[in-house]
């Protein structure tokens, strides 16, 4: 297990964390000087919280590579769930988020826990692709029992510590790839290693995601992953440690014309609608609502259970749906930060089987309050083609606080 931090700046010590659920509060003890000072909005956040790794509509994740990957809901650093992945010989397995828009640098944070310590090197457990072609890849050194960080065709740094099986471990990585000398800089629990270059860049190249598991075949080993944040910002660099965590329906808001909705059974929506719309995971359970009266005014507003923490980093949101058909269709489903909306989703609600989206929350103002968070609220609806009729069965919101 790495040690207590020291020296090079850092703020934190590490706790023990068990091989169990969910680590309580946080695994670093804040020094006296800490302050919160979150992060730019992210590109990307989640915890995992809705306990389902697919693509199916495009949700938290851009591809999923294999069949090794899923959320387990017995191993978790924050909140109820984590991504597992079971990479064996000769296959790959991973899940890819692409990171949307001219990120010429990219700031993460991630936990990182492996099951038992491999046998061999792997080269890929986490890989930051690049518009030109580059990789930046975290890996693991098994002669030293390291993990190791480099780009891809060149020699990766080892970490300055060794590393502990089935032990979480936050790892902060900046990747610079718009400037000719590309670098990745990286954090262990708070302490920097030697930072990664490479001179094989095309000047102005972007980064354009991030891959967790392997596509090399050699590679072997069990991991998990929780509590992932990524930035375009370079200024964020370390984020730092955090936590993410959920916030479930616990009540109904504000309604625009309710009787165009109604339950699963074809009852009215009442006061305690919002326990359909509580799966989790998202791709279970049969209760929804589901609009049965064209029309693109109409919504039924939901709340949600309040934060309880006040330094809040990022927010994201997801909605689990489908439809009685995969015949076209449509639906929108908005978060409300007082009067500044954020679309998770609009568009055709009818994916064969569950489907679902994430999108991060965007404040309204410069930053996320507790008292904007606990006043978060969302609206489904705004159907203008119930044929069939569009249904929702999970909202969710994730977010991320140190």
Not at 269 to 288: K, S
Not at 313 to 324: D, L, Q, Y
Request: net charge negative; glycine share 12%; aromatic share 6%.
């Amino acid at each position: 297990m790495l040690g207590a931090l020291a020296g090079g700046g850092a703020r934190f010590s590490l706790a023990l964390v068990t091989d169990s659920v969910a680590v309580p509060d946080n695994a670093f003890t804040t020094a006296s000087s800490f302050s919160c000072a979150p992060p730019s909005t992210p590109l990307w956040l989640t915890g995992l919280e809705h306990g389902h790794v697919s693509a199916a509509g495009g949700g938290s994740f851009s591809e999923l590579t294999g069949s090794g990957a899923s959320a387990d809901v017995a191993v978790a650093r924050s909140g109820a769930y984590s991504l597992k992945v079971v990479k064996t010989a000769s296959a790959s397995t991973h899940v890819l988020r692409r990171l949307t828009g001219s990120a010429s640098s990219v700031v993460t944070r991630f936990a990182i826990r492996l099951e038992t310590l491999p046998k061999a090197d792997v080269t890929q457990l986490v890989s930051f692709t690049l518009a030109d072609g580059g990789v930046v890849d975290l890996g693991y050194q098994a002669s030293a029992q390291k993990l190791q960080l480099g780009f891809a065709g060149g020699t990766p740094g080892a970490a300055s510590v060794s590393a502990t099986a089935g032990t979480w471990y936050v790892i902060d990585v900046k990747v610079v790839a718009g400037l000719l000398t590309r670098t990745a800089d990286w954090r262990i629990d708070g302490t920097a290693q030697t930072q990664a270059s490479s001179l094989l860049a095309l000047l102005g190249t972007t980064v354009t995601g991030l891959r967790l598991g392997s596509g090399t075949g050699a590679d072997v080993f069990t991991g998990h992953y929780d509590d992932i944040v990524a930035t375009s910002n370079g200024a964020d660099y370390p984020i730092g440690d955090g936590k993410i965590l959920p916030l479930r329906p616990n009540a109904m808001d504000t309604h625009d014309v309710p009787g165009n909705f109604q339950d699963a059974s074809g009852g009215t929506i009442t006061a305690g609608t919002y326990t359909d719309l509580d799966d989790v995971p998202v791709d279970t359970g049969t209760d929804h609502v589901k609009q049965v009266v064209a029309s693109g005014t109409s919504y039924l507003g939901v709340a949600f259970e309040d934060a309880t923490k006040t330094c809040i980093n990022g927010v994201a949101a997801v909605v689990g749906f489908e439809a009685s058909t995969t015949n076209e269709n449509n639906g929108k489903t908005s978060a409300f930060d007082g009067t500044t909306e954020t679309v998770v989703y609009s568009g055709a609600m009818n994916p064969a089987g569950r489907g679902y989206k994430a999108a991060v929350i965007a404040p309204a103002s410069s930053s996320w309050s507790q008292a904007a968070l606990n006043g978060l609220v969302m609206r489904i609806g705004y159907s203008t083609d119930v044929d069939p009729q569009p249904q929702w069965h999970t909202l969710l919101i994730e977010y991320d606080v140190r």
